[in-house]
């Protein structure tokens, strides 16, 4: 939120303090909902180590992104309260807007683009979607070096240009997802029964609805960023994408619950598709299989290991 205070009028600084404010009450509601999905994760699935790794980790990184956001509501609305001079000052904004939301980022990118190989195969596909995260995590990177409190501010061209790449290549990535995620699983409809396909169907909408909302925030923040002086909107949706990503990834984890209901049971058969499905953890009582699903690759694509 740095920036020169005696450029704005007083009666500007309702659009600087104010979104800052929301921004902050937002990001601890949406903490609340990560914690909610975390413990719902944490005891409805016994997953391999690689996914409690990666679940776990976006979660401390996430709630270090609100303690570090919260340290600097403080020092704004705290022990600067009525010192119009504190809003010059980013304190830890370095990190938990730019840094640590580009890190969480490009995890949850790279774990869909991994996503994404597994149906299609495709090393070119899987190649250009890391590329992408990296390219915006490499943004952050810079973002970061240009905000980082020092004696000289640093040119707004440089930080305009390293937002523009950090925010744009985020929202390009998360499209991209979005899109190739609900082909490859509409292309599976086929494959399986007609409840098993209405599991897909609301996993299709559950991918374009994270992806959009991902992708919108992104780019309300670029926009309002280069566009908008003297006020703080861009905070709005700044200072929450970290949470956007975290929430969607557990709900993708946690949607296995539907699951459960959605297709409780599954006629054991002979068929090739069905060895197939016994191979992918389901697990066979008399002469029917109750679905395990402890694996997230549920109601998808004849690959389905992961």
Not at 120 to 130: A, Q, W
Not at 257 to 268: I, K, Y
């Amino acid at each position: 939120m740095a920036l020169n205070s005696s450029a704005v009028r007083g009666e500007d600084y309702i659009w600087i303090t104010l979104p800052n404010l929301l921004a902050f009450a937002f990001n601890w509601s949406l903490l609340g909902a990560l914690m909610v999905q975390l413990y719902t994760y944490h005891i409805s699935f016994r997953d391999r180590l690689g996914f409690k790794i990666l679940v776990y980790s976006v979660f401390i990184l996430d709630l270090a992104q609100t303690c570090s956001a919260t340290y600097d509501a403080a020092q704004w609305f705290g022990y600067g309260w009525g010192d119009p001079s504190v809003l010059e000052k980013g304190y830890t904004t370095f990190l938990n807007v730019p840094l640590l939301t580009s890190i969480i980022g490009a995890a949850v990118q790279t774990f869909f683009g991994w996503r994404i190989w597994s149906f299609s195969k495709s090393n070119i596909l899987f190649g250009f979607i890391i590329s992408m995260a990296l390219t915006q995590l490499g943004g952050s990177i810079a973002t970061s070096y240009f905000l980082f409190p020092r004696e000289k501010a640093s040119p707004v061209s440089s930080i305009h240009q390293s937002v523009g790449v950090r925010l744009g290549t985020s929202a390009a990535v998360d499209i991209v997802i979005a899109g190739c995620m609900t082909y490859y699983l509409l292309k599976s409809r086929n494959e399986f029964s007609m409840r098993t396909n209405a599991v897909v169907t609301k996993l299709v909408r559950l991918t374009i609805e994270t992806g959009t909302i991902t992708a919108a925030a992104a780019i309300i923040d670029l926009v309002f960023f280069l566009t908008l002086e003297h006020n703080s909107l861009h905070q709005l949706s700044g200072v929450n994408l970290s949470k956007l990503y975290t929430n969607s990834l557990l709900m993708l984890f946690n949607n296995r619950l539907l699951a459960r209901r959605e297709a409780p049971l599954v006629e054991t058969g002979s068929s090739p598709a069905d060895r197939s499905w016994q191979r992918q953890g389901w697990n066979a009582v008399g002469n029917r299989q109750y679905s395990d699903i402890s694996s997230l690759e549920t109601f998808q694509a004849a690959s389905g290991k992961m």
